[in-house]
């Protein structure tokens, strides 16, 4: 096999050596090139499999070549190294496309598997990627106000990269849907969508249920088992909770994230994975950051794309849609009539200021659909909880 060709970008000439002596011993061929511009002359006369890039050179930026290599040589991945202070700007690299960042000063070691996964060929042939129809999901997403359209369309939007998602908002909104709907909109489809609550759990048995063990890592452990990330390799894991995750664990999921590897619980060998992650909470990240209980670090790798849920009462179309929508589904479950709301009933429903969101108003139509006679047809004042009554 051909050796793999990295370009390393750096108007440091130090820099260039270190990095091209640890590829070459890595059995990589190493280019190099001390700007942007001579690197957009090289990449038109040769083929290269990854261009790492500093950020500050003279010329042309490697924000700048990133983008130009976007556009001109669309397939090669483009790693970005930067300064500590610099990330969010990294992360918009990111969203624009880069594969990944890695911040000065670096761990030799982390860089070289970073470039490694970006080399990695996906299962998929590139080329599938584009002009593909969009998956048909299997979920029932019902979007009426502009700002759930907007949502939906960057939901869709982002679906196929390997970006991070983050879904924040009230219990109740959504967003596990949201995080459906991305798994069912992406190339990976067809693999498994898996989802793990981290509230729910002790820390040593979150670690073991995210990262699986061996056979007696811990009292207990009787035989050796796959954690979820392992599940949910080359698919999507829904992290719910995050904001419950202890520190320590909070670390592990960070190298997860960066060198897309960790070591089940007793064991040195590192497993690797390529695991989409979507994230969610109803708390508040940047305060638990301010409380020293996240880190600042993950909630920037988390938060490369941010999805925040508006809660129902903020987005008052969306009442009537759900709500037909969950009621024809409830009068079928329960072997019901009731089809419609009336004018009052509607009337109420919109007043109502909806703490519990739509898990709430899921929960009212089963309600009413469950109270009313066989052959009612419409949903009535009568057929709804007191409090709603008291809103109209
Ligand atoms: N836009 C939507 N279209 C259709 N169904 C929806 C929509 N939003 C929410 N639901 C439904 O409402 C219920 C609550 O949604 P979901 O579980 O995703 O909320 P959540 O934000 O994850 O809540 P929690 O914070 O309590 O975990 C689910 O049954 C879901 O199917
Ligand atoms: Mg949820």
């Known amino acids: 096999m051909d050796k793999k060709r990295v370009l390393i970008v750096d108007d440091e000439m130090n820099i260039r050596r270190i990095l091209q002596a640890a590829f070459d011993k890595q059995g990589w061929h190493a280019l190099v090139a001390q700007d942007g511009r001579e690197a957009l002359k090289m990449l038109?006369?040769?083929?290269?499999?990854?261009?790492?890039?500093?950020?500050?050179?003279?010329?042309?930026?490697?924000?700048?070549?990133?983008n130009e290599v976007k556009n001109l040589h669309p397939e090669v991945p483009v790693v970005i190294m930067?300064?500590?202070g610099t990330?969010?700007?990294?992360?918009?690299?990111?969203?624009?496309?880069?594969?990944?960042?890695?911040?000065?000063?670096?761990?030799?070691?982390?860089?070289?598997?970073?470039?490694?996964?970006?080399?990695r060929p996906?299962?998929?042939?590139?080329?599938?990627?584009?002009?593909?129809?969009?998956?048909?999901?299997g979920i029932s997403f019902i979007a009426e106000s502009p700002i759930m359209k907007e949502i939906e369309e960057l939901a869709i939007q982002v679906a196929d990269s390997r970006s991070t998602v983050l879904i924040t908002g009230e219990s109740?909104?959504?967003?596990?849907?949201?995080a459906k709907l991305i798994h069912a909109h992406s190339n990976r489809a067809d693999k498994a969508f898996v989802a793990i609550s981290c509230a729910a759990l002790p820390e040593t048995l979150l670690e073991a249920e995210l990262f699986g063990h061996e056979k007696g890592a811990f009292t207990g452990a009787d035989h050796a088992k796959a954690g979820r990330f392992e599940l949910a390799n080359n698919g999507t894991l829904f992290l719910d909770e995050i904001g419950d995750v202890p520190l320590p664990i909070q670390i592990k999921l960070l190298r997860v994230l960066?060198?897309?590897?960790?070591?089940?619980?007793?064991?040195?060998?590192?497993?690797?994975?390529?695991?989409?992650?979507?994230?969610?909470?109803?708390?508040?990240?940047?305060?638990?950051?301010?409380?020293?209980?996240?880190?600042?670090?993950?909630?920037?790798?988390?938060?490369?794309?941010?999805?925040?849920?508006?809660a129902l009462r903020k987005?008052?179309?969306?009442?009537?849609?759900?709500?037909?929508?969950?009621?024809?589904?409830?009068?079928?479950?329960?072997?019901?009539?009731l089809k419609q709301i009336s004018p009052e009933a509607l009337d109420a429903l919109l007043a109502y200021d909806w703490p519990?969101?739509?898990?709430?108003?899921?929960?009212?139509?089963?309600?009413?659909?469950?109270?009313?006679?066989?052959?009612?047809?419409?949903?009535?004042?009568?057929?709804?909880?007191m409090k709603m009554r008291a809103a109209a």
């Open 87 to 119: 990330i969010p700007q990294a992360v918009a690299a990111i969203r624009n496309g880069a594969f990944e960042y890695v911040t000065k000063p670096f761990d030799l070691d982390a860089l070289k598997k970073v470039i490694a996964s970006a080399m």
């Open 82 to 84: 930067t300064a500590y």
């Open 122 to 137: 996906s299962d998929e042939p590139k080329t599938a990627r584009t002009g593909k129809p969009k998956a048909k999901p």
């Open 356 to 385: 519990g969101n739509v898990r709430e108003l899921e929960n009212t139509m089963e309600r009413a659909a469950v109270l009313a006679k066989p052959d009612e047809a419409e949903l009535e004042v009568r057929h709804l909880p």
């Open 172 to 178: 109740g909104t959504g967003k596990e849907v949201i």
């Open 315 to 337: 987005r008052r179309e969306d009442i009537l849609p759900l709500a037909l929508h969950f009621l024809v589904r409830s009068s079928e479950d329960n072997a019901r009539q």
């Open 258 to 310: 960066q060198e897309r590897e960790f070591e089940r619980l007793g064991s040195t060998k590192p497993t690797k994975v390529d695991v989409r992650l979507v994230a969610a909470t109803n708390r508040n990240l940047e305060v638990l950051v301010e409380e020293g209980v996240f880190r600042l670090d993950l909630l920037y790798r988390l938060q490369v794309v941010e999805i925040i849920l508006p």
């Open 44 to 66: 038109s006369e040769q083929a290269v499999d990854c261009v790492l890039t500093d950020v500050t050179m003279p010329g042309l930026s490697g924000y700048e070549l990133q």
